[in-house]
């Protein structure tokens, strides 16, 4: 069983970046733009192992492992979530400033510059526990909320955009990642702040 969920994964994370590899898109872009876009696809897979993560799904990884590669994938989506806008700035920085200023003519601008934002704050409040001196499950509530708008806005981003993502792949990964946050959310019941 445990085989059958690792390789499950394995596929569910390499199909969307493989078939993007051979999309005919590609053959008209630069390579910074390729760049930005094909870390903007990691992000995606690495919003789908935060939430497995989080709920200690994985087989064979301990409750400290689990914690401790969701910090690590938290920080590596964060530098991708960099990488994508960055690339994006070198290739058109007028439709970077437009995003940013909400006043870009496509939606999928908006849902982007959300889920930026609200993935930098989650990752600002996972780093900074300690300090915000929260009680455990209010500062549990807090980065989760973040982290849900980071992976709705990141769907919806992703949904809108017709790119180099193979179309069923795509809406496959967009699926996981909900379905397994939503499942996350429910068995650590996050909204649930009262001591027990």
């Not at 007028?94 to 870009?104: I, K, Q």
Request: hydrophobic share 60%; glycine share 8%.
């Amino acid at each position: 069983m445990r085989f059958v969920i690792w390789a499950g994964l394995i596929t569910a994370l390499l199909v969307p970046v493989v078939t993007a590899a051979f999309s005919p898109y590609l053959a008209w872009r630069e390579p910074i733009y390729v760049i930005a876009g094909f870390a903007g696809i990691l992000g995606m897979c690495l919003l789908l192992l935060q939430p497995l993560l989080a709920g200690r799904w994985l087989p064979g990884l301990s409750p400290v492992t689990s914690r401790h590669w969701h910090r690590w994938c938290g920080l590596a989506l964060v530098a991708m979530i960099l990488v994508h806008v960055g690339g994006l700035w070198i290739t058109s920085p007028p439709d970077v400033v437009d995003a940013l200023l909400f006043v870009s003519a496509t939606p999928f601008s908006a849902w982007g510059v959300i889920a930026m934002w609200a993935g930098f704050a989650a990752a600002l409040m996972g780093m900074s526990r300690q300090r915000l001196s929260l009680r455990f499950r209010v500062w549990r509530l807090g980065h989760a909320a973040l982290a849900f708008v980071t992976i709705l806005g990141s769907v919806v981003h992703a949904l809108l955009i017709e790119g180099t993502m193979e179309i069923i792949s795509k809406f496959a990964l967009c699926a996981l990642v909900v379905l397994a946050s939503a499942a996350t959310l429910a068995k650590l019941r996050v909204w649930d702040v009262k001591r027990r």
